[in-house]
């Protein structure tokens, strides 16, 4: 069967590994411009997280809804988001490394200032758009990595609220985001 434009999304659904090839050949300049411009401080990092992109388009393809958004703009997403978790992994591992057992060379150091500003400048920038309480409500979820209980319990609002204003927030974010790209 010959996969295209119109029916790739079906053939991904159906574990079709030629669909697969159809993304890597049509998406796969933008995933990595996404991912280089996220990691573009470690270039080593940059071919296994666009595995794990690719591994995770094809893993949670059922997931994918025409009807909220575009499949570049999801599949671009999912690259973003791969990009900044391969940042943290990469901050941890800086973070947590024992100065007496290695000396660490003074271009790591400020690779890793560089890294916690651009993720913290990224999210800031995200978040601007939201209100005081929707936005730590964001930076608790997603940056603090706390679970939905633990948020639920913090703030005192249950758990259908909560996901209400991160839904809601999600779309300001996505509308403030499409106004600087138009512009």
């Known amino acids: 069967m010959k996969i295209g434009e119109h029916n790739y999304i079906q053939q991904l659904q159906l574990q079709n590994e030629d669909a697969l090839v159809y993304v890597i050949d049509t998406y796969g300049g933008l995933l990595k411009a996404v991912i280089r411009k996220t990691l573009y401080l470690i270039p080593g990092e940059r071919e296994e997280c666009l595995n794990d992109v690719l591994l995770s388009i094809w893993d949670h393809i059922d997931s994918f809804d025409e009807s909220r958004n575009t499949f570049k703009n999801w599949a671009a997403a999912i690259a973003k988001y791969k990009a900044i978790d391969y940042l943290r992994k990469y901050r941890k591992k800086v973070q947590y490394a024992e100065i007496e057992e290695v000396v660490i060379p003074k271009e790591d150091l400020e690779l890793k200032r560089l890294i916690d500003g651009t993720v913290s400048e990224e999210v800031e920038k ?3 758009c939201l209100n005081e309480k929707d936005r730590e409500l964001f930076w608790k979820l997603y940056v603090e990595e706390k679970s939905m209980d633990e948020l639920s319990l913090e703030t005192g609002m249950e758990k259908t609220v909560i996901y209400n204003r991160l839904s809601r927030g999600k779309q300001r974010m996505k509308k403030q ?6 512009a």
């Open 126 to 128: 995200l978040l601007s």
């Open 177 to 182: 985001h499409l106004k600087e790209r138009e």
